[in-house]
């Protein structure tokens, strides 16, 4: 199954604004709102921080944000904390070759 | 309150299999869709497969076909995912996790809105 393409790294200081992009096709992204974001400290589940493209669960902290644009799906976490150094991932609904697919995954730096 | 608990750490022989277990408790078993999802070492997260506990139907990633099978116990409010013909590459973390959006009608909008509750993870590891 073919991966959605995230940057392999970004990194920010503490207060900064970061975006983390992720870029899939008309087959995922492109075509259904059923975009997710993820966190993952080490040695942890991960967590959902954001669905449906926009929609933030219940306790998420409103400094991340998510927003879409063609095939390319995109969260911003503003005002950067030392918390935040963690590993991201999206998500997408597809109805390609399979069901539901994650990103390659971004590692987040607090400098 | 939600809780997704995870069968214990396994490890396995190359061309064996593995089953791990999913108990699910706090909510109504069959209104949410679960999904399977691993992670390798130095690797990044895998979706593997879902399963409709209300039907248990089900649907698998294409790498998984024919080596996975996803099934669950209403009686008990567990789902389990048996992985065959395991290799190294099989070593990972593997989750369970119950999406955000109640429904099991077969759409994007239940099936694959967002996978809010996840269980502790459960380490397979396979070695000879």
């Known amino acids: 199954q073919s991966a959605l393409t995230q940057p392999a790294a970004v990194s920010g200081s503490p ?18 709102n059923y975009v997710s974001w993820y966190q993952q400290h080490p040695d942890k589940a991960p967590k959902l921080l954001i669905y449906d493209v926009t929609n933030r669960p219940s306790g998420v902290s409103n ?3 998510g927003s879409k644009s063609g095939n390319t799906a995109s969260l911003t976490i503003s005002g950067l904390q030392p918390e935040d150094e963690a590993d991201y991932y999206c998500g997408s609904y597809s109805d390609g070759t ?6 390659t995954g971004t590692k987040v730096t607090v400098l | 309150q ?12 190359p061309g064996a299999s593995v ?19 691993r992670r390798a070492p130095g690797q990044g997260l895998e979706w593997m497969g879902w399963i409709n506990p209300y039907s248990g139907s089900t649907e698998y990633a294409q790498s998984f076909q024919g080596r996975l099978t996803m099934t669950r116990d209403t009686s008990i409010n567990t789902v389990h995912m048996e992985l065959r013909r395991l290799t ?10 119950r999406v955000v959006t109640r429904g099991i009608a077969a759409r994007p909008s239940t099936r694959a809105s967002g996978l809010e509750v996840w269980g502790q993870g459960a380490t397979v590891t396979v070695s000879s």
């Open chain 2, 19 to 37: 089953k791990v277990s999913c108990k699910t408790s706090g909510y109504r078993f069959i209104d949410y869709y679960l999904h399977w999802v």
């Open chain 1, 15 to 32: 207060g900064q604004s970061i975006t983390v992009s992720c870029t899939g096709s008309s087959s995922d992204i492109g075509d259904y």
């Open chain 1, 63 to 65: 400094r991340f944000s």
């Open chain 2, 88 to 97: 190294s590459g099989d070593t990972a973390i593997y989750y369970c996790a």
């Open chain 2, 2 to 13: 939600v809780h997704l608990v995870q069968s214990g750490a396994e490890v396995k022989k």
């Open chain 1, 98 to 103: 399979t069901f539901y697919v994650l990103g």
